[in-house]
């Protein structure tokens, strides 16, 4: 299947090998998957404490409205506003500048993030009402959630500023400290659960004292590194300033469109309180399972290509934009694919050698399992959704991905509606990997009829190479693959190292098999 690479690739190539994309992209990847490794830690350490009651459910819920709002807002909408209006500063304007702006949105951003946190803690009851009214029916659990999101809600204006930070230090090139701060999360919520815990009356709300003091080592870890690029704002509250104006403006409708798959999560739990207990613990351990994959490569590279299809659009460069964007969309397909089809055929084997110990049941195993399956469709999807959308924001297009969101948020409330009744959890996560698909193929469509981007003829070939790969591993897991009887009997280190082979082998045959095809890996590397 070896082929010549058409002149349409060898331009994606040479554009991508400009950029220095793919260095940067592992650095982002090496820490972002170094933190979805220890969060695997923390999930396991926290339902092994708690288990998947109605305790944690309540946590989850209370940590899910800031961190929902954190993806939303700070790095979602906000960095896709922020950093195209940055990287034009500095290609156009000039340091100083630059230095003002920062210092102009940092304090602007600051006023109106407290306001909204002051008005959260003293309403925090209500708010819980609207984001998980099934609660309301268990006043143990609804007092509860409430009053840990007076704890963690704070949260929200710690991250924005980490997110703040990060965007200022990505569009530097300095990627690897940003994408290191989620790791403090971890850490700080595994020690607040080992340490914290059994110190308190209610053990549980020592997870929402770690989610508030985790924010402030997050955003205490980015000051020297802004103070030594000379970025470390001075706070101005400045909303009439023409660069804080644009900012806002593109942020509006970009936190709808960016994070339409956040807003769907957070629908799914908002249905989900209304279920049996332990159903948002269930959707929350099979969300965290596909955060692997994503967080791996997906998160990476729509960290790393922002900043450069800004600059690039700054500098009128259409044709090294094209490139970029066909670059980061080989690496998402190159990896999306096998992940979605690897965690379909081990959801059960994963989440029994993860999860199973402590209080976590091997009901749970199965309905976590369960969910798991029906994410695991949409890994791919959200993936390529972290790829096309910065394709509108880095050219300051926020209408499009709004239109699309809400084409998207609307069509997964119906898939909710119709699968929830018959098959509860499961339903719900189907529902957003349905969803994810639309957004995702949507936004293609409007950067291809844009004139944006559009697959061109070396695409046909890749498939043809993916796919034949992506068939051989399938093929190997199925036949490796032990019955789900054994990952619930096996001891613990057993399990996970079964696991860990299982997992070699099918990357080992999916490389392989790839190569065989003719696959040109030095094609990646730039």
Request: some cysteine; glycine content about 6%; charged content about 15%.
């Amino acid at each position: 299947m070896s082929q010549v690479t058409p002149p349409s690739q060898k331009s994606a190539t040479q554009g991508a090998k400009k950029s220095g994309l793919w260095r940067s992209t592992l650095i982002v990847s090496a820490m972002t998957m170094l933190s979805r490794v220890l969060g695997l830690v923390r999930d396991m350490v926290l339902m092994n404490a708690f288990g998947a009651d109605k305790m944690m459910d309540a946590f989850l819920v209370a940590f899910k409205i800031p961190n929902f709002l954190r993806r939303l807002f700070a790095e979602g909408a906000f960095a896709q506003a922020f950093v195209p209006v940055l990287s034009e500063y500095k290609s156009q304007k000039g340091d100083e500048a630059v230095k003002d702006l920062v210092s102009k949105v940092a304090g602007s951003l600051s006023l109106i993030l407290f306001v909204v946190t002051i008005i959260a803690i003293v309403g925090a009851p209500l708010i819980m009402w609207v984001f998980a009214p099934g609660f309301s029916g268990d006043a143990e659990k609804f007092n509860l959630a409430a009053d840990m999101l007076q704890i963690t809600f704070p949260y929200l204006l710690l991250i924005s500023l980490t997110a703040f930070a990060g965007g200022i230090l990505n569009s530097y090139g300095a990627f690897a400290l940003s994408s290191f701060t989620p790791v403090l999360m971890n850490l700080v919520m595994i020690a607040s659960a080992l340490f914290l815990a059994p110190q308190l009356d209610i053990p549980i709300m020592a997870l929402a004292w770690g989610v508030l003091l985790a924010g402030v080592a997050q955003l205490a870890i980015q000051i020297p590194a802004l103070y030594n690029i000379g970025m470390l704002p001075r706070f101005k509250v400045a909303f009439a300033d023409e660069g804080v104006k644009k900012i806002f403006t593109l942020m509006l409708p970009a936190m709808f469109g960016v994070s339409v798959s956040q807003i769907n999560l957070l629908l799914d739990t908002i249905l989900a309180s209304f279920l049996v207990s332990g159903s948002v613990a269930w959707l929350y351990t099979a969300e965290r399972l596909t955060e692997l994959p994503l967080g791996l490569i997906g998160i990476a590279v729509a960290t790393v290509i922002l900043p450069s299809l800004s600059a690039k659009h700054a500098e009128k460069s259409e044709a090294e934009f094209k490139a970029m964007l066909d670059w980061a969309l080989r690496v998402i397909v190159l990896v999306g694919v096998p992940s979605s089809l690897a965690m379909l055929i081990l959801a059960e084997p994963m989440i029994a050698a993860l999860f199973h110990h402590g209080k976590f049941s091997a009901h749970d195993v199965a309905m976590s399992a369960a969910a798991l399956q029906a994410l695991s469709g949409g890994i791919l999807a959200f993936m390529l959704i972290k790829v096309f959308a910065p394709g509108y924001y880095s050219r300051q297009d926020t209408k499009t991905p709004v239109k699309i969101g809400i084409i998207a948020m609307i069509s997964n409330m119906a898939f909710n509606l119709m699968l929830v009744w018959h098959f509860k959890h499961v339903g719900l996560a189907f529902a957003s990997t349905m969803s994810a698909f639309l957004n995702a193929g949507l936004l293609y469509h409007g950067l291809h009829k844009q004139n944006v981007f559009r697959l061109e003829k070396h695409w046909r070939v890749l498939a043809l190479r993916y796919g034949f790969a992506n068939i051989a591993m399938v093929a190997v897991l199925l036949v490796i693959t032990p019955s789900l009887a054994f990952w619930l009997d096996a001891n613990a280190l057993h399990k996970v190292a079964y696991l860990l082979a299982i997992c070699v082998a099918g990357v080992v045959t999916y490389l392989v098999a790839l190569t065989l095809t003719g696959f040109k890996w030095r094609e990646l590397k730039h």
